[in-house]
């Protein structure tokens, strides 16, 4: 029985420990650290980044020398050599007879060092440059994308938060004025409906308020994934930092600095060089060649420091009529990257001009939104002393507390818009880090 007793207060103590949910503070600018630095996005890119390094390298090897060494030793089964040069008179002539060879042994060094081949290799290079230079300014939008999905992320659970927060404490209005109004309607001072209203209102704001924790954990579970948190983690938002960090952006002066745009730019650069490279097959390839060979052949012929040197020249005559094609083929692609350059352009064009008028817009909605506050505020005053004095109904009363409820969450919703408004106009223009103080 003791046993079991222990067995039980063990459970009791670890389920609170069990069932316990890590909360974690962050501000805006703390997410978007974690995210840039350890997102599955980011390892990627930066895969892809060091993969392009490594092609770069690799073509840049092709500037040096190709040395082959090789050796190989033979063993011969039953052969007959027989030499056709004549002997001298005075030695032991065999001209013409047969020697009994049973092992061949041979070895060589060849170097190959490339001149010249219509500066193939020197375009090459450069384009792989080009192209490492894409891949690193891809990676570079690749943060600020997920940078920009935290960020509306971060909105929309500050938004759930408040609306949280708003309707909760509407609630505990409703519910006290639902006690008041059921002591009214047992002393016989209001009808059971004007009751009714009440609790549906209560019943209302409790459905409003479960969909707005629901949104809520949803958002949490999206937001923590992407920062790849333990699980299950509450993001407890530092609003204060978020504030100061945007107060601080607000001061420093930008420049619009797509990488998206100049990662194209790039691709346009190597799309050149490739044409460089295509139009190489019409020149000859010259190189320097050099190599030792040894050579022992049992009983018949020893070959030893043999060394040569030269050059060597070739060229693919067919080519002048082939590689037109490649020549076109490449044309044609660099030409397709200098059109995409320029859809792109438009395209950020008007995505800027649209985020700066969305950031312009939340503003004024703001300013509407603080004054519908007042109003709402005023209004369900005027309508309570009415109701207070008979002069107006449940009904009435219950719309003006409805409006200013809604004034309020509109205002709280605003002032995250103008916050996510303003880093959506940053990530336009390609800041969206940098409004942050934040290195790429």
Do not use: C, H
Not at 15 to 33: D, F, Y
Not at 240 to 257: H, I, T
Not at 276 to 284: D, E, Q
């Amino acid at each position: 029985m003791k046993i079991t007793y222990k067995i039980i207060l063990f459970f009791l103590i670890s389920a609170p420990i069990v069932s316990a949910q890590e909360t974690k503070k962050l501000s805006l600018k703390e997410a978007i650290v974690l995210v840039t630095s350890q997102s599955k996005e980011v390892a990627l890119s930066k895969l892809q980044t060091q993969a392009s390094l490594l092609e770069l390298q690799k073509m840049r090897d092709n500037q040096y020398p190709n040395l082959k060494i090789s050796g190989e030793y033979l063993r011969l089964t039953n052969a007959n050599a027989s030499l056709k040069i004549p002997m001298s008179s005075s030695g032991n002539s065999q001209n013409g007879s047969g020697v009994s060879v049973s092992s061949l042994l041979l070895g060589q060094a060849n170097v190959n060092m490339p001149v010249f081949a219509g500066f193939k290799l020197q375009n090459s290079i450069s384009a792989s440059k080009a192209m490492y230079e894409a891949e690193k300014l891809t990676a570079q939008q690749t943060k600020e994308q997920l940078a920009l999905q935290v960020t509306k992320l971060f909105a929309q659970l500050y938004q759930a938060d408040q609306t949280i927060m708003l309707i909760a404490e509407n609630i505990k209005s409703a519910q006290q004025r639902e006690k008041d109004f059921d002591a009214l309607m047992q002393n016989g001072l209001i009808t059971k409906n004007d009751l009714l209203k009440v609790q549906l209102q209560v019943s209302n704001l409790q459905i409003a308020l479960d969909t707005a924790q629901k949104n809520r954990n949803v958002l949490n579970y999206q937001l923590s994934k992407l920062l790849d948190l333990p699980q299950p983690t509450t993001i407890e938002i530092n609003i204060d930092a978020v504030q100061k960090d945007m107060q601080e952006s607000l001061l420093r002066a930008n420049q619009s600095n797509r990488s998206d745009l100049e990662a194209l730019q790039q691709q346009i650069k190597a799309s050149e060089y490739a044409i460089k490279v295509a139009k190489s097959n019409y020149y000859p390839a010259l190189a320097l060649t050099g190599g030792y060979i040894a050579f022992d052949l049992q009983n018949v012929l020893r070959v030893s420091n043999a060394m040569n040197f030269g050059v060597g020249i070739s060229y693919d005559v067919a080519s002048i009529f082939k590689n037109k094609k490649e020549v076109n083929l490449s044309k044609t692609k660099s030409e397709q990257l200098k059109v995409s350059s320029e859809i792109l352009k438009n395209k950020i064009d008007e995505e800027i001009q649209a985020a700066s008028e969305n950031y312009n817009l939340s503003q004024k909605q703001n300013k509407v939104y603080q004054k519908s506050v007042e109003q709402s505020t005023e209004n369900y005053r005027i309508i309570n002393d009415k109701y207070t004095n008979g002069l107006a109904n449940t009904t009435d009363l219950l719309d003006a507390d409805v409006l200013q409820l809604q004034s309020k969450i509109n205002l709280a919703l605003s002032q995250a818009d103008i916050a996510l408004k303003y880093y959506e106009l940053q990530f336009a223009q390609g800041n969206l880090l940098n409004s942050l103080n934040i290195s790429k």
